[in-house]
T-cell receptor, first 111, second 110 residues
Framework: QKEVEQDPGPLSVPEGAIVSLNCTYS??????FMWYRQYSRKGPELLMY????GNKEDGRFTAQVDKSSKYISLFIRDSQPSDSATYLC???????????FGTGTSLTVIP | DAGITQSPRHKVTETGTPVTLRCHQT?????MYWYRQDPGHGLRLIHY???????DKGEVSDGYSVSRSKTEDFLLTLESATSSQTSVYFC?????????FGEGSWLTVV
């Protein structure tokens, strides 16, 4: 069993829709949770970073962590064609220097 | 901008030839990483470094070696390139429990 599971999609939504991206994990030691956006032929770009449980909001993006369920989510409100990319989740424990990644979800926002 | 530069950005090489990819950081971070990314597999760790001359293997280290003689530079070497090493390679640095990536090096082995 992989440490981090992420549905690869692809996910296709109309412009303006609310998008929900999710990852599950198995290691209860994970404390730091990240979401990356990766455009085609580019490197992953850090989008959201949260510590432990709870929500964090940044503009149209909300990251949510439920440690009791070992489940994290990224919500995108009012999705735009420029949000079309692959989204990767990542996490690490308190040791802080080993990172575990989902395989990424491909998102297309249709104008 | 995470201050990571990878070179070369694109390379085509022949099977059996040695290849070195370079990663340069301007942030003075202790931890540096090399990943490869392939469809269906996501990001897989090849090697990482936790200081000058301190390196360790990741999950897909066979066929790869690394060196770090200066804090700012981390080299990945394919001693004898094979077609299975055709991939995109990302260098990364970690800081305060998160990780930042370079723009990638696209390698094709023919």
């Amino acid at each position: 069993q992989k440490e981090v599971e992420q549905d690869p999609g692809p996910l296709s939504v109309p412009e303006g829709a609310i998008v929900s991206l999710n990852c599950t994990y198995s290691n209860s030691a994970f404390q730091y949770f990240m979401w990356y956006r990766q455009y085609s032929r580019k490197g992953p770009e850090l989008l959201m970073y949260t510590y432990s449980s709870g929500n964090k909001e940044d503009g149209r993006f909300t990251a949510q962590v439920d440690k009791s369920s070992k489940y994290i989510s990224l919500f995108i409100r009012d999705s735009q064609p420029s949000d079309s990319a692959t989204y990767l989740c990542a996490m690490s424990s308190n040791t802080g220097n080993q990172f575990y990644f989902g395989t990424g979800t491909s998102l297309t926002v249709i104008p | 901008d995470a201050g990571i530069t990878q070179s070369p950005r694109h390379k085509v090489t022949e099977t059996g030839t040695p290849v070195t990819l370079r990663c340069h950081q301007t942030e003075n971070h202790r931890y540096m990483y090399w990943y490869r990314q392939d469809p269906g597999h996501g990001l897989r760790l090849i090697h990482y470094s936790y200081g000058v001359k301190d390196t360790d293997k990741g999950e897909v280290s066979d066929g790869y070696s690394v060196s770090r003689s200066k804090t700012e530079d981390f080299l990945l070497t394919l001693e004898s390139a094979t077609s299975s090493q055709t991939s995109v390679y990302f260098c990364a640095i970690s800081s305060t429990n998160t990780i930042y990536f370079g723009e990638g090096s696209w390698l094709t082995v023919v």
